[in-house]
């Protein structure tokens, strides 16, 4: 199985006390903060959103990161976001970090905890690799 894959969401359901509750594909539920939402939520195309009737629309991508928080997984939303604010694949962020692909998928999905010495490499290679700014 693609360690990379896009999870979706199986169910989403507005709870008192303003919590948006979340069930994913992979098992993984949360509640998440959303003091702000407003009646009822609707699952978007695919499971690759939530939508509600004034229009707001939230993705899969933005939710699993506060998922991520919400479930005491700081570190792999911290490695993730780093990931993805770079572009790296999981072969190319194996490849800069000195790790193997699986490993990389790991800390990605929070399947595993990733440790503190690679969040640091992370920032160093952030420090390193200045990014563009464009024309």
Known sequence: MNADWMRTIERAELREGGKLFLLWSDGTAAELEAPSAKGPVTLGEWGHSLEWADGTELGADS?????????????????????????????????????????????????????????????????????????
Not at 104 to 112: H, P, W
């Open 63 to 135: 939710l699993w990161l506060e998922t991520l928080t919400a479930i005491g997984r700081d570190d792999a939303r911290q490695f993730l976001q780093w990931r993805l604010a770079n572009g790296l694949s999981l072969a190319r962020a194996a490849d800069e970090l000195g790790l193997s692909r699986r490993t990389v998928a790991y800390y990605s999905n929070g399947t595993r905890p990733v440790p503190k010495a690679i969040l640091l490499a992370c920032k160093g290679w952030d420090a390193s690799h200045p990014k563009r700014k464009a024309a």
